[in-house]
C-alpha cells in the first residue's frame, strides 16, 4: 500500500511540474546537446597585414592581427572550436616572394589552425620549398589524393585526421586539384594525383563507419564550381557519401550562405567558401543531440577588419 502512495505521490509531483512548465526533461535534453563551432578559411595568399587604406573596395579589412583577435574573441566564448584552412596559403604579397612561407605559417600556427590542406600555389616555391616551412607548423597538412612517394613530403603530410571535440569525433581530410596545367613540373615533382571521389568516399567511408566519427568534413582545394564536367565542389557532393562538410577553397568564392545539396544516401552535404586574403572568416555552428543526429544550427561570414 505504502508502495502504491509514494507511486501516486511522485505521479501527482511529476504531473504538477509537468503542467507549470518546471519538468526536468527539457532541460535534461539541452545538457544532452552538444555544440562544436567551425572556423575556416581559404585562399588566403600571404596577405598577412590588411589592405591598405587607399579608397578601395576592402580598404582596412583583412590581416592576422585582426583574424587573431576574432578567433580568440570565438574561442572564449564556445567550449569546441575547430580552426582549419583550405589551401593556397602562399603567394600573392613581397612577404612570400622574401620568405617564402615563413611568416604566413609561424602566423597560422599562432593562431592555433587544427589543420590545413594544399592548394596549387602552396607549390609556388618547389615541393622542397614547402616541406622545409612544415618544420614551423604545429597543426597537420591534410592531403588524401596526392601521393607524394619518393618526394621530399614523403610521411610529411597525412590523408586524415580525426579530432575529439567535447565527446564527438570529428574526422578531417583534404583533397587536392589536379597539379598538371597549374604547377610547373619541377615544382611538383614526383607528386602523384589521385582521382579525388573515389578517394574521398573511400576515405570519408573508413572515418564514418570504421573510426564512428560523429562528423566527417573535407578541406577541398578542387573549387566551388565549373562550366563542364570538371570536378568541383558542387559534383563532390553530389557524388559522395558519407562527407557531411565541404570547406571549400581555389575558385575565391564568397558565398554569404553555405551552399546544401543532396548526396547519393540523400542525405544533406554542407559547402562553404570564404573567398579569398583573409577577407573573412567562415563560422559553422552546428549541434549534436543524442543517436548522432546533427544540425547546423547558424552559419555566417564574418568580416575581418580592425
Known amino acids: 500500500m505504502q508502495n502504491r502512495r509514494s507511486f501516486l505521490k511522485k505521479s501527482l509531483i511529476g504531473s504538477g511540474l509537468l503542467a507549470v512548465g518546471q519538468f526536468p526533461f527539457q532541460s535534461f535534453a539541452k545538457e544532452d546537446v552538444k555544440r562544436l563551432t567551425i572556423l575556416h578559411t581559404n585562399d588566403v595568399h600571404s596577405r598577412l597585414d590588411p589592405f591598405p587604406m587607399d579608397g578601395s573596395r576592402h580598404q582596412g579589412e583583412g590581416g592576422v592581427v585582426a583574424r587573431m583577435a576574432l578567433i580568440n574573441k570565438i574561442r572564449a566564448e564556445q567550449e569546441h572550436v575547430l580552426l582549419l584552412d583550405a589551401g593556397d596559403i602562399f603567394q600573392g604579397t613581397p612577404y ?134 570538371k570536378v568541383s565542389d558542387m559534383i563532390l557532393a553530389k557524388q559522395s557519401e558519407n562527407i557531411d562538410l565541404i570547406i571549400g577553397g581555389h575558385t575565391h568564392t564568397f558565398l554569404d550562405q553555405p551552399t546544401i545539396l543532396t548526396n547519393k544516401q540523400g542525405k544533406e552535404v554542407v559547402i562553404n567558401q570564404v573567398g579569398w586574403a583573409g577577407l573573412r572568416l567562415g563560422r559553422l555552428d552546428y549541434e549534436f543531440g543524442n543517436f548522432s543526429t546533427k544540425n547546423l544550427a547558424k552559419a555566417h561570414s564574418v568580416i575581418i577588419s580592425k
Do not use: W
Open 96 to 229: 612570400f616572394n622574401l620568405y617564402k612561407g615563413e611568416p604566413e605559417i609561424k602566423a597560422m600556427s599562432l593562431m592555433g589552425y587544427d589543420a590545413v590542406t594544399m592548394g596549387n600555389h602552396d607549390f609556388d616555391a618547389g615541393i622542397e620549398g614547402f616541406a622545409k616551412q612544415l618544420p614551423l607548423a604545429n597543426f597537420p597538412v591534410l592531403i588524401a589524393n596526392y601521393d607524394f612517394t619518393n618526394t621530399v613530403l614523403e610521411h610529411k603530410t597525412q590523408p586524415y585526421k580525426i579530432f575529439n571535440k567535447g565527446g564527438l569525433k570529428i574526422g578531417v581530410f583534404g583533397l587536392g586539384i589536379e597539379l598538371k596545367g597549374l604547377v610547373g613540373e619541377a615544382q611538383y615533382q614526383q607528386t602523384h594525383y589521385l582521382e579525388p571521389i573515389q578517394i574521398a568516399n573511400a576515405t570519408a567511408a573508413l572515418l564514418k563507419r570504421k573510426e564512428a566519427c560523429d562528423m566527417v568534413i573535407c578541406l577541398s582545394h578542387l573549387g566551388y564550381e565549373y562550366e563542364g564536367r
